[in-house]
């Protein structure tokens, strides 16, 4: 999930207005549903990778890697 996300992210940033807009509505969908089913990271700070971005301060329960 976090690597689709970040691929996401980076998709979204590159499309002009209009298809952003759109995809942004789907992808808040999505989004909703990830935080409804994981929990904050509480060590997201010390972690390696882009800690900025929200859902990489997740925890799935180790049912997801990446």
């Keep these: 999930m976090r ?3 970040d691929v996401l992210e980076l998709v ?16 808040s969908s999505l989004d909703t549903g990830y935080l ?17 971005l929200w859902w990489r301060r997740r925890l799935a329960g180790g049912r997801e890697p990446g």
Aim: net charge positive; charged share 40%.
């Design 36 to 52: 409804a089913r994981t929990l904050p990271d509480p060590f997201a700070d010390r972690r390696q990778w882009r800690a900025d």
């Design 12 to 27: 979204l940033e590159q499309l002009p207005l209009r298809a952003r807009a759109e995809l942004e509505r789907q992808v």
């Design 3 to 5: 690597h689709a996300r």
